[in-house]
């Protein structure tokens, strides 16, 4: 099995990219929300890898970092969800906003992806909600060297800005999205909650 590609990045299309390592070309589908967080073409790329073998095709899927894969597996060990499906659902949502949507019964919006209906999401739901945690979503970085004590109160806002988002009457996704999008080190749980609701309401 192919656990990741590291190579120069050739091409960049829609939902595929284009890996050169020793001359041969990898083609590889990826989130379109990890596509535009690629460097431009010519740069050096980590891919890490999902390879799905089928009668008429072999697949290369990729994700940014490990942790996204292992979002991917899981998914995709949904019954009834596919390789495409699941790239479908990290398409529409980042696999913490899938994740904070499992764990908050978001059926809403999970069922947005294209291709998801209300059952599939409600049945991923099920499924998954044991797999995950609400520790997954709010404290990843402290498996990270660079976790520090900065960081670990940033978690902490977040999470009660979240918390306080949703009391409002929110969708969890939703607030978490918004959160995720204004934080930063050093803020309190009222800026960050001010932020939100103004970036919310445009």
């Known amino acids: 099995m192919i656990s990741y590609i590291r190579g ?36 050096e790329v980590k891919i890490h890898t999902y390879l799905n073998v089928r009668e008429d095709a072999m697949q290369l899927f990729g994700f940014l970092s490990k942790d996204d894969l292992e979002v991917f597996k899981l998914v995709i060990g949904v019954s009834g969800i596919g390789p495409k499906g699941g790239l479908s659902i990290l398409s529409g949502m980042s696999p913490d906003e899938l994740r904070f949507a499992v764990i908050s019964n ?7 992806t294209p291709g998801i209906g209300k059952k599939t999401a409600e049945k991923l739901i099920i499924e998954l909600k044991d797999k995950l945690s609400m520790e997954d ?33 929110y969708g969890s996704t939703e607030a978490l ?13 009222e800026e960050v909650l001010k932020l939100s609701l103004k970036q919310m309401m445009f």
């Open 137 to 169: 979503v709010l404290e990843r970085g402290k498996d990270s060297l660079e976790y520090s004590q900065e960081m670990s109160e940033s978690v902490g806002v977040q999470a009660e800005a979240v918390q306080a988002l949703v009391a409002l009457g």
């Open 106 to 112: 978001d059926t809403k919006a999970i069922s947005k």
């Open 8 to 43: 120069e990045l050739v091409d960049i299309q829609e939902d595929k990219i284009i890996v050169d390592v020793g001359g041969v070309g990898y083609g590889i589908y990826m989130p379109r929300q990890a596509i535009t967080r690629l460097p431009a073409a010519g740069r």
């Open 177 to 189: 999205r918004a959160v995720k999008s204004v934080i930063a080190d050093g803020m309190t749980v």
